[in-house]
């Protein structure tokens, strides 16, 4: 749970003076429906959570929703940490199958404060590691595109914000990206498996430092990508370890 604690720690400490944490989550909007789930017992199979998108789809869609056992918990204009305080009482308490989380683009658009990529992905997985503790499946959605922020136009640019949110996340559980080698030329790579290594470096983004052993890093803004297990186009998903035998190095090799 150290993603949680540290997110909190940084909600705490920048939260705005002008609400209070509790009002912050807007944890009124369900209350009142959630007691009388938890009352009856009449729990969801699956819960929509989210921000103004996820909303719509329940209020848009609310036949759809009901007559399949959903629940919708969306609130317009959330963020991260907003949806994070709540995830408690509108996701775990409800006791769902599965959580859809739909999040992240109104951090790009600083509803709540700067944004940070490293500390939204945090929230998030820290959702995750909450659902997972309480045995339900997550399925993360990616944010929407967004070419503008009508209430945010000094922000300009949304689309390279977003692109470079969705590979934040990536690769959990499962990414696709373009491995080059050399003169063997482009092949579609699929990450399984990686960790997130921070610290500095004079490498290129995409450049590939390897020991041809068990290591396999790839170059990222704040430190590395440190693969674990993959798929190459046409094969089985295999540890990096049995890729990097028939891995050939070059100077110009490097994911895309």
Not at 42 to 65: E, H, L, Q
Not at 108 to 136: C, D, W
Not at 175 to 180: K, P
Not at 221 to 244: C, E, P, T, W, Y
């Amino acid at each position: 749970m150290k993603h949680l604690f540290f997110a909190l720690l940084y909600f705490f400490a920048t939260v705005a003076t002008a609400q209070t944490l509790s009002e912050y989550p807007d944890f009124e909007r369900y209350q009142k429906d959630n007691e009388r789930i938890i009352q009856n017992k009449t729990y969801p199979k699956v819960i929509f959570i989210g921000n103004s998108i996820t909303d719509g789809w329940a209020s848009k869609r609310p036949v759809f929703v009901t007559g399949n056992q959903f629940l919708g918990r969306g609130i317009s204009g959330q963020t991260s940490p907003q949806l994070l305080l709540r995830f408690q009482k509108d996701v775990i308490d409800l006791k769902p199958k599965a959580v859809v989380i739909n999040i992240g683009t109104n951090d790009i658009a600083e509803n709540t404060g700067k944004y940070s990529i490293e500390y939204t992905v945090s929230n998030i997985k820290s959702m995750v590691e909450l659902a997972k503790s309480h045995k339900i499946k997550v399925y993360l959605s990616s944010v929407l595109p967004v070419d503008v922020y009508p209430w945010r136009k000094d922000i300009t640019d949304a689309v390279k914000q977003i692109y470079d949110f969705i590979r934040g996340l990536s690769p959990y559980p499962a990414a696709w990206t373009e491995l080059y080698m050399g003169g063997a030329g482009k092949q579609m790579m699929k990450i399984y498996e990686a960790e997130k290594i921070f610290c500095q470096h004079d490498m290129q983004i995409g450049e590939i430092r390897t020991d041809l052993k068990t290591d396999f890093r790839i170059a990222v803004k704040d430190g590395f990508i440190n693969i674990l297990s993959l798929q190459l186009a046409g094969k089985k998903r295999m540890h990096v370890a049995d890729f990097l035998r028939g891995y050939r190095t070059a100077n110009d090799n490097r994911v895309e």
